[in-house]
């Protein structure tokens, strides 16, 4: 009775934590820029389509999502304002840029669609990016900011007079916001010749990994070859953040290792089994051998009896299964060896 209640209790902690991790509220703010009003602003062919990509990316993560594209500058407050609203007591928001970018002073800015360009002080057509770390650092538990554009100043006569260098000082002490560049400071992000910017098809192409995104940046993003540019990050967070997050099994092996592996659903144990956890085999192939709906099944069957017969565990459960499987007659009708003829 007591192991009973015992892997009941485990088996609770197990779907508890899993349903907590599925109501994580998650928020994104994206933004993609192609056509500009300006000549002082040529068309960039990637910007919706990388809009497009991580919209479609995130909403899999389950991000709610705010998505405008080739938005004027009262368009992106609008946009900001409603992000605001949905941003607070988030557990994790992301914004995302693509398009023409300005660094006046060593500040981004992000450069509106309408923006018409002129020989002066621009602080009524740029929308800064430290308006929104602003508020993204005020409402959420976490933050992530890409931005996928130039930090350089092609028109050395435009300046901005800024006083915010006292909140840029404090936000790149912050534990709970990183802000990933496509370049650094000073350098053009590179187009590259797909349909996607090379910046945002790299961070597609690592996201969907169940890894922390911190190691994916550092160990896979940034030290990618295909690009032609430096990226560079300022900021980060404690704890870990997954884009693709992990089931509970996965993130709770210790617990799953505490109770009986019987217990285990097939999926959980072929994780176990992928993973050389000997303990799996059998049950897993017991599992196919008696859910069986054609040749696949048993071969899974077969499978997992033959690595417990060759790792040297529960031979007898295994010459037994294999026994069943000759008296299907699946040795003779798919050409299989039977392990215990030899």
């Not at 599925?22 to 000549?39: C, H, L, P, Q, T």
């Not at 970018?101 to 800064?128: C, D, M, W």
């Not at 028109?155 to 534990?175: C, H, L, V, W």
């Not at 300022?234 to 505490?258: D, H, I, K």
Request: neutral net charge.
């Amino acid at each position: 009775m007591l192991k009973k209640t015992y892997i009941y209790i485990i088996s609770f902690l197990l779907i508890g934590f899993s349903f907590n991790s599925s109501a994580e509220k998650r928020v994104a703010f994206i933004i993609g820029n192609s056509e500009y009003i300006s000549d002082g602003y040529n068309y960039l062919s990637q910007p919706i389509n990388d809009a497009e990509a991580v919209d479609k990316a995130l909403k899999s993560f389950g991000f709610e999502t705010i998505l405008v594209k080739n938005a004027t500058h009262n368009q992106m407050i609008d946009s900001l304002l409603k992000f605001t609203t949905i941003l607070e007591g988030a557990d994790a928001a992301v914004f995302y840029y693509s398009g023409h970018g300005n660094s006046i002073n060593h500040q981004e800015y992000i450069v509106p669609a309408n923006t018409k360009f002129r020989s002066v002080a621009l602080e009524s057509q740029f929308l800064s990016l430290e308006s929104i770390q602003r508020e993204m650092i005020k409402r959420s538990k976490l933050s992530i900011i890409f931005y996928d554009a130039c930090r350089n100043n092609p028109n050395a006569e435009i300046s901005i007079i800024s006083q915010t260098k006292g909140f840029i000082d404090t936000y790149k002490r912050q534990n709970n916001i990183m802000v990933c560049y496509a370049t650094k400071q000073g350098e053009t992000a590179v187009a590259g010749t797909s349909t996607l910017s090379p910046f945002t098809e790299i961070l597609l192409d690592n996201i969907y990994k169940k890894e922390d995104f911190k190691t994916l940046w550092h160990n896979h993003i940034v030290s990618d070859s295909r690009l032609k540019q430096r990226p560079q990050n300022t900021g980060g967070y404690s704890n870990t953040f997954y884009f693709n997050r992990p089931s509970s099994f996965e993130t709770n092996e210790s617990l799953v290792n505490t109770f009986s592996i019987e217990n285990l659903n097939i999926e959980q144990l072929e994780k176990l089994a992928e993973k050389g956890d000997s303990r799996a085999y059998i049950p897993a192939s017991e599992f196919y051998l008696k859910n069986a709906f054609g040749f696949q099944d048993y071969e899974k069957a077969y499978s997992y009896a033959l690595k417990a017969w060759n790792s040297n565990i529960e031979i007898e459960n295994a010459r037994e299964i294999f026994k069943k499987l000759e008296s299907l007659g699946f040795f003779y009708i798919y050409r299989y060896n039977n392990p215990i003829n030899k």
